[in-house]
């Protein structure tokens, strides 16, 4: 049987993009790494480093649009007006820092500035939101890294797989 497809929401946090000042190619390249034979963008905003706004983004796509999954991209680091972990947690019932965890293991190998990204990811609901790093090239080297185990965790987070086969 053909499994279906996970449901994807794109949202890129930058102050420069919202206002039109910069053309955002995270949001861009996030859609272009995704199989889209197993997800389906349905999605796609970018708002302004605001954390109400990005909790108010995150409660809709999780509520309303049934993601399973959620990519945000950029406000991830020291900035003051860099929030988008903050909204994460906020708006998350269930913490899963291991995927975080993960795009700051592997991105040290590539840059010791990786460390300087706050990122989080949780659970709200039967949606898994993911933080990643604001550049293109970020995103591509975080994305990149945990695709491959992301199907299984959200197949056992929609209740379609309850085996973890070792791999
Ligand atoms: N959405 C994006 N699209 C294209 N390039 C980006 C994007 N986000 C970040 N970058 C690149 O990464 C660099 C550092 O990102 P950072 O988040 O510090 O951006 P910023 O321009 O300081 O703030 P903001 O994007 O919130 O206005 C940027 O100068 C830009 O080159
Ligand atoms: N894989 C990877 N992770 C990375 C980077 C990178 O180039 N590659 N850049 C880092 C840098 S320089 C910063 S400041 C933080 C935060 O980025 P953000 O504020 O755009 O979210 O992500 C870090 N994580």
């Known amino acids: 049987m053909e499994k279906r497809k996970y449901k994807v929401g794109i949202v890129t946090l930058s102050d420069k993009g919202s206002r039109g000042e910069r053309e955002d190619l995270s949001g861009p390249k996030i859609q272009e790494l995704l199989p889209d034979d197993r997800y389906e963008v349905v999605s796609y905003?970018?708002?302004p480093d605001d954390q109400p706004a990005i909790e108010k983004e995150l409660c809709r796509l999780a509520d309303e649009e049934h993601c399973?999954?959620?990519?945000?991209?950029?406000?991830?680091?020291?900035?003051?007006?860099?929030?988008?972990?903050?909204?994460t947690l906020a708006v998350a019932d269930r913490v899963a820092p291991g995927i975080a965890e993960a795009i700051r293991a592997y991105s040290l190998t590539i840059t010791p500035r990786a460390m300087l990204s706050?990122?989080?990811s949780a659970i709200?609901?039967?949606?898994?939101?993911?933080?990643?790093?604001?550049?293109?090239?970020?995103?591509e080297e975080s994305l990149t890294y945990i695709l491959s185990?992301?199907?299984?965790?959200?197949?056992?987070?929609?209740?379609?797989?309850?085996?973890?086969?070792?791999?």
Do not use: M, W, Y
């Open 124 to 139: 709200r609901k039967q949606t898994l939101i993911v933080n990643l790093p604001g550049s293109p090239k970020a995103v």
């Open 68 to 87: 399973a999954l959620v990519l945000t991209t950029g406000g991830t680091g020291f900035s003051v007006r860099d929030v988008t972990p903050e909204a």
């Open 118 to 120: 706050r990122a989080a």
């Open 45 to 47: 905003r970018i708002l």
């Open 149 to 167: 185990s992301l199907g299984h965790g959200l197949d056992i987070l929609l209740g379609e797989d309850g085996e973890c086969a070792r791999k």
